[in-house]
């Protein structure tokens, strides 16, 4: 037993590549004033792609719908900015609270069924909420999308601080809510329900046969990630003023997928590090030829799949060589 908790407390150590991670992406807000808008959507995809991670790289649970709670977390936001109050730190926690109440109700989709039902499932669980917003364009704002959600100061310790036009406060409030939530996964991913995750996800009947129960981590992870996915989607609606149907769309559940599938799996810094590969090949690849950025993409993923991943070591088996 003391050996088991002596692997899983080395396991759990920080590395030096964690801190100098963290450390620049609160320099980036330092080093980088004049790019604050993008540095937010970096941001902010940067935390949907580590809320997919925790489903697909530790629980093995393929989703092509992730955008659901993405989208719900953003309209949630935005509502509740408009109908009720405007402050940010109350609308982000609405956005998480009914997010993982969503992911908890949807949970039970996932649990039965191959990889492929899991794939048509949270697809369509994707496709219905986007026809629900669609529908109820009254309060949503349907096709024009909900426009004009002004949002309320930023209140710190250190004072408020309203959003402005260069999205500078914007972008450190969502950078603390990314590396809040990387600080939160982390605990999780190390923790005893971690290790045993990346065992269901490795080999889902030894896991039940040694008498874990392999449908309550499932619920569990997949209501984090869901969480995690709204408050994404969350500080989207809320640094942009604007909820549209598109955050429900296809393109966001297969765009965070692309992320995961730059920066790799299982190791929750893939996210970030995707992240920021995929929005500045967005940037510079379409100010350069806007109208065929997607085929440059493409052919970038595929010389990475055919070439970079045959002979480079993945993320996942670096981060164990790099563990002791």
Same mark, same amino acid.
Request: glycine share 8%; proline share 3%; aromatic share 6%.
């Given at each position: 037993m003391s050996a088991s908790l002596e692997g899983l407390r080395a396991h759990a150590r920080w590395r030096w590549w964690e801190f100098a991670v963290l450390a620049a992406l609160v320099a980036s807000w330092f080093a /980088?004033?004049?790019? !604050?808008l993008l540095l937010n959507e970096i941001a902010t995809l940067a935390l949907f792609a580590v809320s997919l991670d925790l489903i697909l790289g530790y629980a093995g649970i393929v989703s092509l719908g992730h955008a659901a709670f993405f989208g719900f977390g953003a309209y949630a936001a935005a509502l509740f900015a408009k109908l009720v109050m405007p402050d940010p730190w109350v609308g982000l926690g609405v956005a998480v609270v009914g997010s993982a109440v /969503?992911?908890?109700?949807?949970s039970v989709l996932i649990l039965r069924g191959s990889d492929l039902t899991r794939l048509m499932v949270t697809l369509g669980?994707?496709?219905? /909420?986007?026809?629900? !917003? @669609?529908k109820f364009d009254g309060l949503t704002g349907g096709a024009d999308g909900l426009q004009g959600v002004a949002m309320g100061p930023v209140v710190t310790p250190f004072g408020r601080f309203d959003f402005d036009i260069g999205g500078r406060v914007a972008f450190a409030y969502s950078l603390f809510v990314l590396v809040t939530a990387l600080l939160v996964a982390r605990r999780v991913v190390h923790s005893p329900l971690g290790v045993s995750l990346q065992a269901l996800r490795d080999? =889902?009947? =030894?896991?039940?046969?040694?008498?874990?129960?392999? @449908?309550a981590r499932l619920v569990v992870v997949y209501i984090l990630a869901a969480a995690l996915a709204g408050a994404a989607? !969350?500080?989207? !609606?809320?640094?942009?003023?604007?909820?549209?149907?598109?955050?429900f769309d296809f393109h966001r559940s297969a765009d965070v997928m692309l992320v995961l599938v730059i920066g790799g799996t299982g190791y929750l810094y893939g996210g970030v590090f995707g992240a920021i590969v995929f929005k /500045?090949?967005?940037?510079?690849?379409?100010?350069?030829?806007?109208?065929?950025w997607n085929f440059w993409l493409g052919l970038f993923l595929v010389v990475l799949m055919l070439v970079g991943r045959e002979r480079l070591l993945s993320p996942r088996q670096w981060w164990a060589r790099s563990t002791p």
């Open positions: /980088l004033p004049g790019r !604050a /969503l992911g908890a109700v949807s669980e994707a496709a219905i /909420l986007y026809e629900l !917003a @669609n080999n =889902r009947l =030894r896991v039940a046969s040694i008498g874990l129960s392999v @449908n989607g !969350a500080l989207v !609606a809320q640094t942009s003023g604007f909820a549209s149907l598109d955050l /500045l090949l967005h940037d510079i690849i379409s100010a350069w030829t806007p109208q065929y």
